[in-house]
C-alpha cells in the first residue's frame, strides 16, 4: 500500500476553490502538512484552486497518479472511479458518503466500487471516511482540522467523526501519530489490512484501533496474530450491547458479530481490548515511550501516603505485584530519609521531599534486583518545585535502565514538569490506577509474547461415519437432533457415553435397564424436544424395575399433556453415573465473522443460573482449553474443595478438542451442546447431545440472526 501512503503524485477529484468545502480541506491539508509530490486538482469549472491550476476532466492530467482521493457526489463516483482506472491509479481514497450505510442502491454501488478496485488491484480506502495522514511523509488527504504531531502510533478507525474527535484531542496532549487512517465503510481495505501493513511499518511503534464490526473475521485473527508477536495491537470494540450493536449496524451497513466471539478472537490473537477511548490513549502512551518490563514487580516511590495507598490498592487488582526490598536497598533509605518515613515499598519520601531526594530514591529503589519497573507519584507541596523533580528523575532515570512511570497528581502547577516528562519519553498521568493498569497490560503483553508456541493435536475420530450421519440428517430436513439421534456423531468422534438404550415402551425400559444394572436414568426421546427438563422428562437414581416403569409411563404422559405436538419416540434408558460426578456444559455456536465459537462452564441447569461460562474459537490449542476450564468462577469446584477429589482435567480438554474438531469438521452443525458431561476423577461421560443442522448447499448459513 506504498501508494496509499507514500505517493508521489496525488489527484484531488472534487477540489474546491471555496473555503470550508471538503474538496479544498484536503487540498489545504496536504499543502500545509508540506507534501512535495505532484498535485493535479480536478474541479470541472477548471481555475486556480490553493495556488495550483485545476483540471476540469480526469482525463486531462494526462499521466498516471499514485493515489486519488474522491470527493464528489456519490452518484458520479463510479464514473470518476473508472476514469482514474484508464488514466492508471494505484490508491484510491473515497471521501464521499451514502452507500452501503444509507440504502440497498448505496450498497449496489459500493459493491461495483469494491469489483472494480479488487479486479483492477487498487488499493480503496472507504468510501464514508475521512481520509488517511501519514504525519512522517507529509501527507495530510483528509478534511480533518489540523495536523497531528508526529509520533509512533499507528491508528485506523471505523468511525470517521471519531477521527476528529481524536486528532483534536491528541493536539491537545501532544501525542503524535505515524499514520491516521479512517476505514469508513472498509469495502476492500479493512482492519486485517491496515494490521498488516502497520505491522511491517517501521514508523510505527503500537497499534490502535477502533471498529464496530470486523468484516473477516479469520484474516484477522491471522494478521493480529503475526502482527502482536512484533508490536502491541490495542483495540477498542463498539457495539458490545444489543443497543450499541443495533446503532452500528445503521451506522456501517455490516451486521456485528457476537461479542464473545471478537473477545475470544482478540484473546487468541493476542489484541489488548480496551472498553473506553481515554484508557486506549493512556495505554497507547506507554507502550510508544517505554521497554516492555522484564515482570511484574513494580517498585513505587510517593512524597504522600494516600496515593502510595491507591497505587498499592491497584497493584492487588491487577496483575501487578509489589515486592520485598533487599537489605541493602532499605539501608540505603533509612540513611537517606527520617526516621519516621516509610522504607518500605510503597516507598513515602514525605511531604518534605525535595529534586534530590526524588533522585537519589529513583536510583536507589531502580537498582533494587526485585524492581522491574518504577512508579514516581508526585503529590503537589507548596515548597515543592515540579519542574526540578522532573529533571531530576529524568537524569536518574538514565542510570537505572527498566521502565519509569510517573503520576502527577494536580494540573495547575504540573504543566513544565509534564513537558520534561514527555520530552524525555516517560508517560505521565494523573491518578495511580491509570498508571498500575497501563504497567499490568504492558507486563501481559511481555508474557503473552514470551510464551511457547501453542500445541494443535487431531484426535482420532471416524471421520466417514460421522458425515453419513450428518448428510442423511440434511437430506431428511431434521434441523435439530437431540440426544438419542446425536450420540452416534458424538460416538464417531470418540467421546464416551454413558450406555443406554432407546425404550419404547415400560416393559422394553425394564429390560434395558436389567441389561445395564441399576441405578438408571430415564429421559423422554423426542427430536422436538432439546430441554427435557422443561418438561419434566428426565428421572434419576431408578433403583428398581417398578421404579423404572413407573418413570417411563409418568415421563411420557407429561410429555404428551404438556407437549402435544411433539413426536414421542420413547425415553432413553442410560446407565447412571458415578454420585462424585459433576456436570459441566461443552458446546459450540457459529459465529458469523469468526466461525465456531466453544463454551465451557458447570452444566445442568446451573448454566442458565451461573452463566459461569468461558469461551475460544475454534481451531483449539491444547493450551486454549487448559484456559478455559481454569477461567471459569467455578473451578476450584472442579479441583475439589474440602476432602472432595478434583476431577480429570486431561478428560475435560479431550472433550473440549474433540468438539472443537468436530465444528471445524463440519459447517452444517450451526451449534452443538454437550450438557451435561459427567466428569469425576476417573473420566468425562457426554452424558445428553443435541445438534442443530443446517443445508449449506441450498443457501442456508451460519449467519441468521434470527438465532441470535
Known amino acids: 500500500m506504498d501508494s496509499l501512503f507514500t505517493p508521489s503524485s496525488i489527484a484531488v477529484v472534487g477540489a474546491s476553490s471555496a473555503s470550508g468545502k471538503i474538496g ?38 494526462g499521466r498516471p497518479v499514485d493515489l486519488a482521493v474522491i470527493a464528489i457526489p456519490r452518484d458520479a463516483v463510479l464514473g470518476a472511479f473508472r476514469e482514474l482506472l484508464e488514466l492508471g491509479v494505484g490508491s484510491v481514497v473515497v471521501i464521499t458518503a451514502g452507500f452501503k450505510e444509507v440504502d440497498h442502491e448505496g450498497w449496489l454501488l459500493e459493491t461495483e466500487l469494491a469489483k472494480l478496485a479488487r479486479d483492477n488491484g487498487v488499493n480503496l480506502l472507504g468510501p464514508n471516511c475521512l481520509g488517511i495522514i501519514n504525519s512522517r511523509g507529509g501527507v495530510n488527504a483528509s478534511f480533518a482540522t489540523g495536523n497531528p504531531d508526529t509520533g509512533s502510533i499507528g491508528f485506523f478507525s471505523q468511525s ?36 498488516e501493513y502497520l505491522g511491517n511499518d517501521p514508523d510505527t511503534k503500537v497499534i490502535l484501533g477502533y471498529v464496530e464490526n470486523i468484516e473477516d473475521g479469520r484474516e484477522f485473527m491471522k494478521q493480529a496474530a503475526k502482527v502482536s508477536m512484533k508490536k502491541p495491537v490495542l483495540m477498542m470494540k463498539a457495539g458490545t450491547t444489543p443497543a450499541g450493536a443495533r446503532a452500528a449496524s445503521s451506522h456501517t451497513g455490516a451486521m456485528a458479530g457476537s461479542d464473545k466471539a471478537c473477545d475470544a478472537a482478540f484473546r487468541q490473537s493476542g489484541v489488548i481490548r480496551v472498553e473506553k477511548l481515554d484508557e486506549l490513549f493512556n495505554l497507547a502512551r506507554a507502550f510508544s515511550l517505554q521497554d516492555l518490563p522484564q515482570g511484574p514487580n513494580l517498585g513505587i516511590v510517593t512524597n504522600a501516603g494516600g496515593p502510595g495507598i491507591l497505587a498499592a490498592d491497584a ?60 512508579l514516581m507519584i508526585i503529590a503537589p507541596s507548596v515548597d515543592l518545585d515540579l519542574a526540578e523533580v522532573a529533571e531530576a528523575v529524568v537524569e536518574a532515570m538514565a542510570e537505572v535502565n527498566k521502565p519509569v512511570f510517573c503520576c502527577l497528581m494536580g494540573r495547575r502547577k504540573s504543566g513544565p514538569a509534564r513537558d520534561i516528562f514527555a520530552e524525555a519519553g516517560i ?32 484426535p482420532e475420530h471416524d471421520l466417514e461415519a460421522a458425515r453419513e450421519l450428518v448428510d442423511n440428517a440434511v437430506r431428511s430436513g431434521a434441523s435439530e437432533l437431540v440426544e438419542f439421534q446425536a450420540r452416534d456423531i458424538v460416538t464417531a468422534y470418540g467421546l464416551p457415553t454413558p450406555e443406554s438404550d432407546l425404550a419404547r415402551s415400560g416393559d422394553e425400559a425394564v429390560a434395558i435397564a436389567d441389561q445395564l444394572g441399576y441405578p438408571v436414568v430415564l429421559k423422554i426421546a423426542s427430536p422436538e424436544i432439546s430441554h427435557k427438563s422443561d418438561v419434566g422428562g428426565v428421572r434419576t437414581g431408578l433403583n428398581s424395575a417398578e421404579e423404572v416403569r413407573a418413570a417411563f409411563w409418568d415421563i411420557t404422559a407429561r410429555t404428551q399433556r404438556l407437549r402435544p405436538d411433539a413426536y414421542i419416540a420413547g425415553c432413553l434408558v442410560q446407565q447412571m453415573a458415578s454420585e462424585h460426578s459433576r456436570e459441566v456444559i461443552v458446546g459450540f455456536r457459529r459465529d458469523k465473522q469468526f466461525g465456531p465459537l466453544l463454551m465451557f462452564g458447570l452444566g ?33 469446584l472442579l479441583k475439589g474443595v474440602k476432602g472432595g477429589e478434583p476431577v480429570d482435567f486431561e478428560a475435560i480438554t479431550d472433550v473440549l478438542i474433540r468438539m472443537s474438531c468436530l465444528a471445524s469438521d463440519f459447517p452444517e452443525i450451526y451449534e452443538a451442546e454437550f450438557n451435561p458431561v459427567l466428569v469425576n476423577s476417573e473420566e468425562a461421560l457426554v452424558a445428553d447431545a443435541r445438534m442443530t443442522v443446517v443445508d449449506i448447499s441450498a443457501g442456508a448459513t451460519d449467519e441468521s440472526d434470527e438465532r441470535e
Not at 28 to 57: E, F, H, M, T, W
Open 24 to 61: 479544498n480541506t484536503i487540498l489545504s491539508n496536504l499543502l500545509s502538512a508540506g507534501y512535495s509530490g505532484s498535485l493535479y486538482p480536478v474541479n470541472i469549472r477548471g481555475g486556480n484552486i490553493c495556488g495550483i491550476d485545476s483540471y476540469k476532466q480526469i482525463s486531462e492530467i
Open 604 to 636: 445442568g441447569v446451573y448454566v442458565e443460573i451461573l452463566k459461569d461460562i468461558s469461551f475460544r474459537l475454534a481451531p483449539l490449542a491444547v493450551e486454549d482449553a487448559g484456559e478455559m476450564v481454569r477461567e471459569i468462577r467455578s473451578y476450584m
Open 315 to 374: 497493584c492487588t487488582e491487577s496483575v501487578m505485584r509489589m515486592p520485598t526490598f533487599s537489605p541493602e536497598t532499605i539501608g540505603e533509605l533509612q540513611r537517606m530519609l527520617p526516621g519516621y518515613a516509610s522504607v518500605y515499598n510503597p516507598v513515602d519520601l514525605l511531604s518534605s521531599a525535595d529534586a534530590e531526594t526524588y533522585g537519589r530514591a529513583v536510583r536507589i529503589v531502580g537498582h533494587d534486583p526485585a524492581v522491574n519497573s518504577l
Open 427 to 458: 508517560p505521565v498521568y494523573d491518578f495511580p490506577k491509570q498508571a498500575v493498569r497501563a504497567m499490568g497490560c504492558m507486563h501481559k503483553y511481555a508474557v503473552w509474547k514470551g510464551r511457547p508456541p501453542r500445541t494443535f493435536i487431531t
Open 160 to 195: 470517521g467523526a471519531l477521527c476528529v474527535a481524536v486528532l483534536d484531542w491528541a493536539l491537545g496532549t501532544k501525542i503524535g501519530f505515524s499514520k491516521f487512517v479512517s476505514l469508513g465503510n472498509k469495502a476492500v481495505i479493512n482492519e486485517a489490512s491496515m494490521l
